[in-house]
C-alpha cells in the first residue's frame, strides 16, 4: 500500500466515534475464522471458506500487513477493513491502468444495519488522505450487493465502470480525498 511514498505503518489506533480500528491481534482469530467462514458474509465474494480450512492455515495471530485493520468495537472484533495496493503489472478487466489502493471491508452478520460500515470506511479513508494526499481509493462490488452500493454512494464514491466477472455483474467506483467524505452517513 505504500509505493507511493513512506507510511508509517501501523499508525496509531484510529479512534471513531464508536470504534478502533487497529492491527490484529492473536485475540482475534476465533473473530478472523468467524468472518471468512459465514454464509452471508460470503454470500457476494464466492461463498464461505470451509471452516476446517480456515481453522488449519488461519495462524495463532492473525496476519499483520500494512493495509489491513481490525475493527473492534467494545473490545471485540466485528469485522475488518483493508486498503491493498492493486498490482499495477496485473491488469484487470475492472480496471487497466491498476496501481491504485482498493477498499475493502468485512463486517460479522451482527454487526450489520448499525452504521459501523460507513464509520470504519470514513476514518481509513480520511487517515489515507492525510497519508497520501490526492491517491485514489477504488471500490468493487458486485451491483446486485445493495448494501455496499449504498455504502460507496455515501462515501462518495463515482462509479467508473460496469462490468461482467464471476458470473455477475460487477461495479467500480473511485474516490479522491480531493472530494470531501459527506459527514452525515447514518
Known sequence: MTESGPVAWPPAPIKTERLVLRE????????????????????????????????????????RRPGLFVIELDGAMIGTIELNRRDGQRHTRGRPDAGEAELGYLLLPQAWGRGYAAEACAAVLDWFANALPGEPVVLRTQTANNRSMRLAAKLGFAEVQRYEAWGAEQWMGVWSSRRPIPRNLT
Open 24 to 63: 490484529p491481534e492473536a485475540g482475534d482469530r476465533a473473530a478472523f475464522v468467524e468472518l471468512l467462514t459465514s454464509p452471508e458474509v460470503g454470500t457476494y465474494l464466492g461463498g464461505p471458506r470451509p471452516r476446517d480450512e480456515c481453522e488449519r492455515v488461519l495462524p495463532e495471530t492473525p496476519e
